[in-house]
DNA sequence: TTGAAAGCGCTAACAC
DNA sequence: GTGTTAGCGCTTTCAA
């Protein structure tokens, strides 16, 4: 059986709100008492019932991640894995726990609600993919009065959030594919209703017309596979003459696309390659690929530090907080 | 200011425990009044508090994922990104929520005890990457008496595990790679007091042997990148003469050895090369791997399986689960 | 079928 | 400095 507080108090001699006290290192017990309390604690390995705290407190120690629900855009794509371990160490760091929500389809390939999750979780507060959030969920987010932050920015609401300089990392990716000698640069990109798309699109456009180019080879998908594979193959056939291809995002996306080409005896070789986000395996690669890293590990554990600010009631200095990303040549 | 089940008992004007019952689908309440808090419930969007309900019942419906702490193994590296996507989306399925419980290391390099967590969160059961948890941990862990199934097995206690056949699946890509021509091949392995790691050499060995080959090219490392490094060149060093490398595990610990070999000039061109783990991306790369594919969504998904059986009191048929994994060619 | 009341393990006023 | 007490929001007997 567990032990509570209350068998420590029985041991201790003491009343249980006197271990209680001890134990969260409150002042008002004296340092004799505190110390035997602890030192008993401490022998039977006592461990408060978290559920109960949380009650008592209205205090849960926990805090959500909302992973967007999008192909590609599970764990397993580069970009989640590495924000979300960022985020679990930092929020350990702060003894307290990550709990990963993961938006999931029915039988009819509808989006759950992931609002029971969050609204009756008691969680402490919220790191969420903005991007794809849609409004509804956001309203009743929002009517739970719980602290969050995005990782990237929501196009309907203005709010804390941390992401890196789409527009100028982009200008400075396809400004490096210029410098690299290419001309004719197709932009193969996601949906245009997220705004980091539409940013790193900008991105393209300055950077082009900064040099003089052609800017007009852009082409939206959606970034489920079929979708990406039919955009590049109409890309290399409404433009037989790009000499490059600009991927405004990475993972499993990137991949979908550079395998069409290859399928379509357009060897990547020939072709200059850019992709709005980087992986180690591009230096193994059998074709060159000039990248912008974005720094995951910072990403996660801003957007912690931002979260807990807003818990702790401070407010944080910007509400907008952009990183910038590395270009990595190859 | 969140409704209570009080709030709802007085506006359907009748008992908390008659909104309980009603909510929670027991029986010992007539249709009509069951409909009447039913509908109210849903028009003012209640949810229970959920650290009351943890608290009264003593159960969580949170499951903790325990991460191996290890340098690649973090959720950036291949596999444990998969596995915990699968599990995530099954605990999903099942109404109950899934805890990151990532081991930290403090100042001096310790891992810090994650028994805490697990003992103070009230977790309903937990998943254990089983490889490196010491002794110690595991005791705790059992001492709670908490239910709980590895990934991977354990070579402290035989528990409830969901495993790839190590043995049996190293032996064959071992096989492929002797059909593709190798004769002379080294193994770079990790930790011996790994299990996977022994039985991915025994199949390594089965193999060789089979095969009327020498299997005495083995070589021991930890997965730290350094190590990795220094054993890649000793192997070379004191095996001019292999024809091929057979890695034994995957992830960032793969990539550290592709780039050990490319920086000391040895072109992994030349040299036949296997992997246990596959990904994606050795489809681009400049030179052919052969792999072992684990399949990392079953994995995560009948671990959670195994748990949830465990939880509702049921004894799991079989202890140890043990998953093919699929040879790739390239 | 319904309701009253006790209790889950903890915290936080407020007395003493 | 210490103990008493009253909750936190829910479930669960047990009477009515």
Known sequence: MKLTINEIAEMAQVAKSTVSKALNGQKGVSQETRQRILNIAKQVNFQPNFAAKALAQKKSNIIGFVLPHEA?????????????????????????????????????????????????????????????????????????????????????????????????????????????????????????????TRERVEGFNDAMKRAGLDSSRIMHTSYYEEDARKTTLKMIEENPDIDALYITAGGEFTLNIFETLRFSGISPKKLGLGVFDDSRIFDFLDFSVTTAKQPLNQIGAMATQLLFEQISGHTPEEKINLLPVEIILR
Chains 1, 2 share one sequence.
């Open 72 to 196: 590609g855009f599970s764990l397993s794509g580069f970009y989640w894995a590495g924000v979300v371990t960022a985020a679990a160490e930092e929020v350990s760091k702060r003894g307290n726990n990550l709990m990963i929500i993961s938006p999931l389809e029915n039988e009819e390939g509808h989006i759950l609600e992931i609002q029971d999750t969050i609204r009756s979780n008691s969680l402490d507060g919220l790191i969420i993919g903005a991007e794809q959030l849609d409004t509804k969920t956001l309203v009743s987010i929002m009517a739970e009065e719980i602290p969050f932050v995005f990782i990237g920015q929501n196009s309907t609401l203005q709010h804390y959030c941390v992401d890196v300089n789409n527009r100028e990392g982009s200008d400075k990716l396809v400004t490096q594919m210029i410098k690299n000698g290419f001309k004719k640069i197709g932009c193969i990109t996601g949906p245009e209703d997220y705004q980091y």
